[in-house]
């Protein structure tokens, strides 16, 4: 019901036409769903005191490691969804999503040791789009439509929860402006009832994305890489490397649009897309015995975590060019993260801002989070597009230069700026404001952009 009201709406729009002094950067597809950020889209300058680097000691991002947010998915979880089970059916305890999550709090640990800031898409046994199942004795909160394709909860056997829930997942990661995503796994080799006692780990990401094989293929492998190594030196058995490859699972793939022959299944896609690049890790395999012994140890759990993060310093150490943004304003009391809204809907949705306080000004904090001095001639580019969605799931067709100076910052410098903009929709639009120069754009390089909401005056 809510989503065909979605698509009527999404017919309104009109065309654009741009005031822009260096042009579009973006070279956005067009959807035929964007709204003029026209004329009346002016900006005043304002550009605030440059912000040192603060430097430290960690070995993930040496200039501004709080600057760094990791986004750490530790699989499955809540009362049905256990991922594979333990093969001598010992019961929930040892299965995938206990020992998932031992290893994403384990990863936590390290990280924030290290001065990252870190979001979790749980910490506990829980799920974000509901758990409500009494018949299989589970009597969490009601399901929730997410992605809005008016299915929620799992199929009738119990067995396959619909992808509400990692919907949800990405939403809250998107909305934080992660750095990147990793989603935690344990493999169970099995074909056609036949159990491979082997353990092996592997690393899936996606090569569709803009940023695709620049950053997404080498994130994967760096993490494949930690994970090999920590995990053979923890492991008194043999292990195999199964590599890294291009799949298109959920949690790692582009927003789909349209079906394709590789795509053909809307119900296993996101609508809404990581807008950062994302891995899925399984770091090993619960069928050898061994390994899921060694997988439900802390050894094994910490050789799991540490490798990961070690697949992380090598990552942001060969990451030119990436910025953080923050709009200065109250963002609720997980101030990262959206505080979940109640209902039947997805949980997660951009930050509201009024149309009164953008023509006002809205200070931003922009951060060098990359390894380059930025280029001095970066600027800001922003565009609108009317949504009834909680955020957009690609930028905007224009982006517009909005006037506004951006300091060639050095990595972990950072800059208040002032964004004033007059809104040309009465309507609820999202605003997309992200940093580029005409050859690159930074939300194109996966950098999450800002995203703001206002509705109606
Ligand atoms: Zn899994």
């Known amino acids: 019901m809510l989503q065909s009201a979605r698509r009527?709406?999404?017919?309104l729009l009109g065309s654009a036409v741009l005031l822009s002094a260096c042009g579009p950067a973006t070279p956005s597809p067009s959807v035929g769903e964007s709204v003029a950020p026209s004329a009346s889209m002016a900006a005043s300058s304002g550009a605030g005191e440059v912000v040192p680097a603060p430097g430290s000691s960690s070995t993930v991002y040496e200039p501004n490691p709080g600057a760094i947010v990791v986004a750490i998915d530790p699989g499955h979880g809540g009362c049905l969804d256990w991922g594979v089970p333990d093969p001598q059916e010992r019961g929930a305890a040892f299965s995938e999503k206990v020992m998932a999550l031992a290893i994403g709090l384990e990863l936590k640990r390290l990280l924030e040791e290290q001065g990252i800031t870190v979001v979790m898409t749980r910490e506990s046994d829980v799920a974000l789009a509901g758990d409500d199942y009494p018949d299989l004795g589970c009597n969490g909160p009601p399901f929730r439509d997410v992605n809005g394709d008016g299915e929620t909860g799992f199929d009738p056997e119990g067995k396959t929860r619909t992808h509400d829930e990692l919907q949800a997942r990405l939403d809250l990661?998107?909305?934080a402006r992660a750095d990147l995503l990793v989603s935690i796994h344990i493999n169970s080799l099995t074909q056609n009832g036949v159990v491979f006692e082997i353990a092996a780990t592997q690393t899936y990401y996606t090569d569709e994305t803009p940023w695709g094989v620049s950053a997404t293929q080498h994130l994967a492998q760096q993490v494949q890489d930690g994970v090999v190594g920590a995990m053979d030196r923890a492991a008194p058995y043999e292990r195999q490397d199964r590599a890294i490859s291009a799949v298109n699972f959920f949690i790692v793939a582009p927003p789909l649009f349209a079906t394709t022959p590789d795509r053909p299944d809307p119900t296993k896609q996101p609508?809404?897309?990581a807008l950062m690049p994302a891995v899925l890790t399984e770091v090993g395999s619960i069928t050898l015995a061994a390994e899921h012994d060694l997988l439900l140890s802390s050894a094994g759990q910490a050789a799991a975590a540490q490798g990961i993060a070690s697949g992380?310093?090598?990552y942001f150490a060969n990451r030119p060019l990436a910025a953080r943004?923050?709009?200065?304003i109250p963002l609720g009391e997980a101030g990262l993260v959206p505080t979940a809204v109640g209902g039947s809907g997805p949980p997660f949705w951009g930050t509201g801002v009024r149309r009164a306080e953008l023509s006002v000004g809205v200070p931003m904090r922009v951060t060098n989070t990359g390894t380059k001095p930025w280029p001095d001639d970066l600027r800001v580019i922003a565009g609108w597009e009317l949504s009834t969605e909680p955020y957009l799931r690609q930028a905007p067709a224009a982006l517009d230069d909005?006037?506004?100076d951006v300091p060639p910052l050095a990595p972990g410098e950072s800059v208040v700026l002032v964004v004033k903009l007059d809104v040309p929709v009465s309507e609820r639009?999202?605003?997309w404001i992200t940093l580029g120069n005409g050859v690159?754009?930074?939300d194109d390089l996966g950098s999450a952009p800002l995203q703001l909401s206002t509705e109606g005056p």
Do not use: E, K, T
């Open 8 to 11: 009527q709406f999404a017919a």
């Open 173 to 175: 990661v998107n909305l």
């Open 271 to 273: 609508r809404r897309g």
């Open 312 to 314: 992380f310093d090598g």
């Open 325 to 328: 943004f923050d709009a200065l």
């Open 402 to 404: 909005i006037g506004l």
């Open 429 to 431: 639009g999202m605003l």
């Open 440 to 442: 690159a754009s930074l």
